[in-house]
């Protein structure tokens, strides 16, 4: 059974750093692209950031919002993706989100295969 499990977030004050990890199991995810999401309160879920596997591109892509700012990595030994966050503002507050797929897509914002529980960031000003 495929299960996708974040860690790492918290409360951290505007301009500070957090790096939120996504361990996979059932699943060996050099052979998925994995992706970022969050959702904030009143808010849709959007796409934060994704590192396709290397059977496409390998390409890695990140939202306006977050580009310069998160890095997106993958560890395929240990199955495990990151999301380092630098530089956060308060308006990146949101349960993020892990999620992954085995397909395709021209735009990995509208991926919606499997997901993880999700793990709260905070970042007060």
């Known amino acids: 059974q495929m299960q996708l499990v974040e860690s790492g977030g918290g409360l951290v004050q505007a301009g500070g750093s957090l790096r939120l990890s996504c361990a996979a199991s059932?699943?060996?995810?050099?052979?998925?692209?994995m992706g970022w999401f969050r959702q904030a309160p009143g808010k849709e879920r959007e796409f934060v950031a994704a590192?396709?596997?290397?059977?496409?591109?390998?390409?890695?892509y990140y939202s306006d919002s977050v580009k310069g700012r998160f890095t997106i990595s993958r560890d395929n030994f240990k199955n495990t993706v990151y999301l380092q966050m630098n530089s956060l503002k308060p308006e990146d507050t949101a349960v993020y989100y892990c999620?992954?797929?085995?397909?395709?897509?021209?735009?990995?914002?509208?991926?919606?295969?499997?997901w993880g529980q999700g793990t709260q960031v905070t970042v007060s000003s």
């Open positions: 999620a992954s797929t085995s397909r395709y897509y021209s735009d990995y914002a509208t991926m919606n295969d499997y």
């Open positions: 590192t396709e596997t290397a059977r496409w591109t390998g390409s890695v």
């Open positions: 059932g699943l060996t995810i050099s052979g998925y692209t």
